[in-house]
């Protein structure tokens, strides 16, 4: 049970980098680790902690775990909406977004070093823990600062962002190495299995502050408005102010944890043996010098064999770390290209429609299902079948059902292509015909063999055609046959444009414009809608308390307005003999519409809908099983592969049992 609880902490406490630089080479850069056992006499004396309720768990690591909990809440929240504030916010593509996400993501993982020998070498784990804390809790308040839009121009928003993004990475970076290991110290040396309970305990609070943050901070973002569109303000305020928490609950615990002192970082000390060991060996390359049985051997005239003996035993498992960053650089995408294209999907589960990226909140639920399943009911089950189910053997197939999420991700992405728009090249446009007029209408365009049919009267338009051009643009001459008569109009169509032919009658003629259309799905799951207004008279519409749009009489076109995903049957229309109710119905996510307004009958508006571009018809949920093979990917890799490398140290003879597992 003790080797399972221990394996249990050490798979999220190795995915955060919260376990100590270099851990694995000696009992002293192992405190903190479940089961530890510092050597006497390694600490000075310490005072000793209040009791919770009478065990042997210290009082202190009560506010270590609320000061996790809280961090976590704090960073995930912030990282869950960060894709989407790339893409709305500083309006960057999703290649950028991705792109700037993702070198977020590899600093956060990179600091940790620099928080590590901070604390093994001059500051201590206490002080490192303070003062990068309020570099984090400053991070937090330019970021939040930063997504005010009314302050300043783009310029001034993405450095403020920037620069707040780069102080968080300092931070939870810098203080990931120390947290779980300072909450180690807290325990005596005779308390080995309270201190292993605690690790589990400290790993639950992660993904309990994971998990809440990344389906509250999404509703913060999308469902609160401010300063007219989605509060990125507020849903990176709170976890700035959840971080200020965590700061304000560590200090108050100040009295009461056990300090240790800086004991020197190893990961220089064996920086340097190994740099000092290939050194020597290019020196001595001469056939008449004895070799010997290591090439880290040759480090034996400066440093001790047991230091010599341990990195030995670091770049024997250093093989397994190889796929690490094959594996997170897939996990991370969670937040980066699985949240684009939960944006292209339908979100609608009826009771509730989740935010695009809410769906993150999946992978901390999952790990806190799938390890008891796995512990206590996946490989006991294949035990029993006496399967030969090897450390290695897991990790392998949890690399390979991270593989198979993504081809599952793959094929998703297909079908949410097919929905879309197609994607024009140069010297290519698109077009179609909407006829407004009361009989079909033919009509033809000068060398190019389009609209075989008439087009009746108010028909759904077809999928839309494609037009070669001769260059950049060209001016292209339309001829419109409707009862008997000819009219030939002249456009010019640029290359990459869509465009609708609007054919309708004033005056008892026939008449048309060409009105250009959005080339691509609105963005985030809107809705984008614009009007038609056939009517003699001017008008002004308004669809919810804050889309006002005004459209001139005979046959002109508004903008298009994007929308959140909703039925909109209380708008309104004011026109010259009055206000009449205005009735759009469902505008669903990522369509694209027009409606035109036809006529005023019986104190209502008639309109006619048309669907110009395809509603997201993918439903979201069909990510649920990528988000189970990866997280079921996560349990047997990233776990697993923890305590597979720290069993494979044993054999040094210099950790032995479970002082250097983490």
Known sequence: MQMKSSTIAMGRAWKEGQLCACRELSPRSCRGNPGDDPPKGDFPLQKKSPKLCGSNYPLSIAFIV??????????????????????????????????????????????????????????????????LSIVYVVGHLIKSVGAIPSLGNQAVHVVLSMVGLFLIALGTGGIKPCVSAFGGDQFEEEHTSERSKFFSIFYLSINAGSLISTFVTPVLRGDVK????????????????????????????????????????????????IGFAIKNRLKNRSPEIPKRDHWLDWASEKYSKQLIGEVKMVTRVLFLFIPLPMFWALFDQQGSRWTLQATKMNADFGIYVLQPDQMQFLNPLLILVFIPIFDFGLYPLINMCKLNFTPIRKMATGMILAGLAFGLAAIIEVKINETDMPRLVPKESLIRVLNLAKNPVQVTVQDKDLFQQPVESFQNPAEYSKLILNGEQESLHFTLQHQGLTLAFNYTMKEKSVYSLIVFEAEGSLSSHLITDLEAKPENGLAAVRFINALSQDVNLTINSKSFIAVQKNYSASEYSLLERDIYNNGKCITETGEFPLELGLLDFGASYTVVITNISGGAVETWK?????????????????????????????????????????????????????
């Open 66 to 131: 609320v000061n996790e909990f809280c961090e976590r809440f704090s960073y995930y929240g912030m990282r869950a909406v960060l894709t989407l504030y790339f893409l709305s916010f500083f309006h960057w593509d999703e290649n950028l977004s991705t792109a700037v996400y993702h070198a977020f993501s590899a600093l956060c993982y990179f600091t940790p070093v620099i928080g590590a020998i901070m604390a093994d070498s001059w500051l201590g784990k206490y002080k490192t823990i303070i003062y």
């Open 610 to 662: 048309s669907e110009d571009i395809k509603a997201n018809n993918v439903h979201m949920a069909w990510q649920l099983p990528q988000y189970l093979l990866i997280s079921a990917g996560e349990v047997m890799f990233s776990i697993t592969g923890l305590a597979f490398s720290y069993s494979q140290a044993e054999p040094s003879g210099t950790c032995t049992g479970q002082d250097c597992r983490g």
């Open 226 to 273: 401010c300063f007219g569109e989605d509060c990125y303000a507020l849903a990176f305020g709170v976890p700035a102010a959840l971080m200020v928490l965590a700061l304000v609950v560590f200090i108050a615990g100040s009295g009461l944890y056990r300090k240790t002192p800086p004991q020197g970082n190893v990961l220089l000390e064996v920086c340097k043996c």
